[in-house]
């Protein structure tokens, strides 16, 4: 089967989770091919999930300190901060036979895209077949839920999903390095022990590709090994493409109407 | 499991149908092709919903899933327990996971849900 393979390149967070979302839109009316996308994001963004509480979750004066951009995921799951990694997406009809069947099942196929694609670089990863007990702090990556990457214990890609409009979304992150600084900063806390605590356990349970590899390894590499393995795993052709006038269109209303006020900071912090 | 006595929508959404109004929720399959239910966001009450429209969203293990209006018509009641306990939809699906009641706008709309025979074949037909 053929799909696309676009690359977006760097966005903020809000044209990121609208240009998702208008290709899942446009998809749902058969405008477009399934789709692979790549992205990256500049500047940094912090992005909930869809049920994710702002103002219980975010420092929004830490964010704008530190030019942090606030945005919610049209998918579930926690807090992700988005800098140097590499950011996928698979949208497809929920009849693709690349997402067909229940949550798990969907997942369990699209992370063996991931397994093959990092291990073209060399990296072994396995799948977390126990999700255990439902993760309690803010911060997604402390801990690994079903069928998510692990490399030596640690995780590593933190994968959602949203289910639309008669399709799948999956969006996952991949991160380049470890930047557990800023996110524990941007995040809110009951206590500066807490927040401390949480850092630490956060830093034991998860890892970059750079902490994996031992080396940094430039984004269109791991971008070229990421396609190569979806396209193995799931027998697609991907053929590279760009986004149409419908899909461009769509996500610049999205941005407006939905994205920018997504994550509003309270009164307080904006000054209004 | 699929129970008798109710209506059921391609989406795999349920409707017990009483008079002009009936109570909807998702079914044992939606649940258990979801997973665990984590947070559920409820119509509000007294909005207006069109057949096939999302009604609101449900998250289960990191997956954010809309769920859809199996007829149109008025919201005039949520089930509040399940913002404490969404594991009611899994639990029970068809019973204390009920999600909403509804006031009929046309109930030629019914024709087109499924029976209990129908939404079992349609499961069949898409191997579930």
Known sequence: ?272 | MIMDGLLYSEDHEWIKVNGKSGRLGITHYAQEALGSVVFIELPEEGSRVAAGEPLGVVESVKAASDYYAPVSGKITAVNGELLDSPGLINEDPYGKGWIAEIELEDPAELDKLLSPEKYGELLEKEGK
Not at chain 1, 94 to 108: I, Q
Not at chain 1, 128 to 147: E, H, I, Q, V
Not at chain 1, 170 to 175: F, I
Not at chain 1, 207 to 236: C, K, T, W
């Open chain 1, 1 to 272: 089967m053929k799909w696309r393979l676009l690359n977006t390149g760097y966005g903020n967070g809000f044209e990121n989770m609208a240009i998702d979302e208008a290709i899942l839109m446009v998809h749902a009316r058969g405008g477009n091919p399934p789709t692979l996308r790549f992205y990256g994001w500049k500047p940094p963004a912090l992005s909930l999930g869809y049920f994710q509480n702002p103002e219980e979750t975010v420092d929004f004066k830490a964010c704008r300190r530190l030019g942090v951009d606030v945005v919610r995921r049209p998918t579930g799951g926690r807090a992700v901060l988005h800098d140097k990694e590499v950011t996928y997406s698979i949208i497809a009809r929920e009849d693709n036979p690349a997402v067909r069947g229940t949550v798990p099942e969907s997942y369990l196929r699209l992370s063996r895209g991931l397994i093959l694609g990092l291990g073209r670089l060399g990296v072994e990863v396995s799948c977390n077949g126990d999700g255990g007990p439902a993760p309690k702090g803010p911060a997604c990556f402390d801990s690994p839920a079903l069928y998510e990457l692990v490399a030596g214990g640690r995780k590593l890609a933190g994968n959602a999903q949203a289910r639309k409009h008669g399709c799948v979304i999956q969006h996952g992150a991949l991160p380049l390095v470890n930047d557990a600084g800023t996110l524990f900063a941007v995040l809110k806390f009951s206590s500066e022990a807490e927040r401390e605590e949480q850092r630490r356990r956060f830093t034991e349970r998860s890892a970059s590709l750079e902490e994996v590899m031992g080396r940094r390894v430039p984004p269109g590499r791991v971008i070229q090994a990421l396609a190569e393995g979806f396209a193995e795993a799931l027998g697609i052709d991907l053929e590279p493409g760009g986004m149409t006038e419908e899909e461009l269109l769509t996500a610049e209303r999205l941005v407006r109407e939905k994205y920018l006020n997504s994550c509003k900071p309270p009164a307080a912090v904006t000054g209004v």
